[in-house]
């Protein structure tokens, strides 16, 4: 059915057991779909680009949601994952404009990259503590986005998670992250504050670059390297405390902080 432009409605008899890739992709008139309980595998691309689809119930019998599912359904307010979902995978809500609020169910291990990506309205999000990995580029551009905690189960996140959640506020990490990837909260330029576990070895390149309401930081013992920009344009970055564990900051590591060390 890709690209039917004209289909506004249709419901998957319940004898199907997959949604096969690109079966919707680009029904641009789709509103309503109705997936019954014997659907266990949705493909990659199912629904990608269905810029009508508002909303839509995924049977608690769906295993597997692939790739780029949901990208581009713009008009796509509202969507509750079953708990039978183990990973929520690349691009698969990215665009999607009008979602506000998503819970992420219990079950879930992996948060894949680009996920959520230009979820501008997206306010609210709960990661659970299954999650295992949170890839990049995950949450960039998120402008609504206003806080986050990254629970204890988490142990890597990706380049660009955060990159320009503008409205970001609030970072509770509760993992023991060993790094902070490249540009992990480059522009989150609402971020007054922040602590960096102490788990942290590396605070790669980028990663709080233009965070321009940043107030003080403390680099903690366990950090020895800090790369190039890591915290360059932080223009209210006053007050900067560094461990003399640190053995290496890259060029303009601090470029455009009131007080560079």
Do not use: W
Not at 50 to 69: A, E
Not at 116 to 137: D, H, Q, R, W, Y
Not at 226 to 253: K, M, N, P, R
């Amino acid at each position: 059915f890709g690209k039917c432009s004209s289909l506004s409605r249709m419901t998957i008899h319940y004898s199907i057991t997959s949604i096969s890739m690109g079966t919707f992709e680009r029904c641009s008139s789709l509103r309503q779909i109705t997936i019954p309980s014997s659907v266990v595998f949705i493909g990659d691309c199912a629904f990608q680009r269905c810029s009508s689809l508002r909303q839509i119930t995924i049977p608690s019998s769906v295993i597997y949601i692939g790739n780029r599912v949901f990208q581009g359904c713009s008009l796509l307010e509202e969507i509750e994952l079953p708990t039978s979902v183990n990973s929520i995978g690349d691009y698969t809500f990215s665009g999607c404009r009008l979602i506000k609020k998503i819970t992420i169910p219990p079950s879930v291990l992996s948060i894949r990259n680009y996920s959520f990506s230009k979820c501008i309205l997206l306010i609210e999000i709960t990661i659970p503590s299954s999650v295992l990995m949170i890839g990049a580029n995950t949450f960039e551009h998120c402008s609504s986005l206003k806080q986050i905690t990254i629970p204890s189960s988490v142990s890597f996140v990706g380049d660009n998670a955060f990159y320009r959640c503008s409205s970001l506020k609030e970072i509770n990490i509760l993992s023991k992250l060993t790094s902070f990837e490249s540009n992990l909260f480059n522009g989150c330029s609402s971020l007054t504050q922040i602590t960096i576990p102490s788990s942290v070895k590396m605070i790669c390149e980028g990663a709080f670059k233009n965070c321009g309401t940043l107030k003080q930081i403390t680099i903690p013992s366990s950090v020895s390297y800090i790369g190039s920009e890591a915290f360059s344009s932080c223009s209210s970055l006053s007050q900067i405390t560094i461990h003399s564990s640190v053995i290496e900051i890259e060029e303009d590591a601090f470029i455009g902080c009131p007080n560079q060390p």
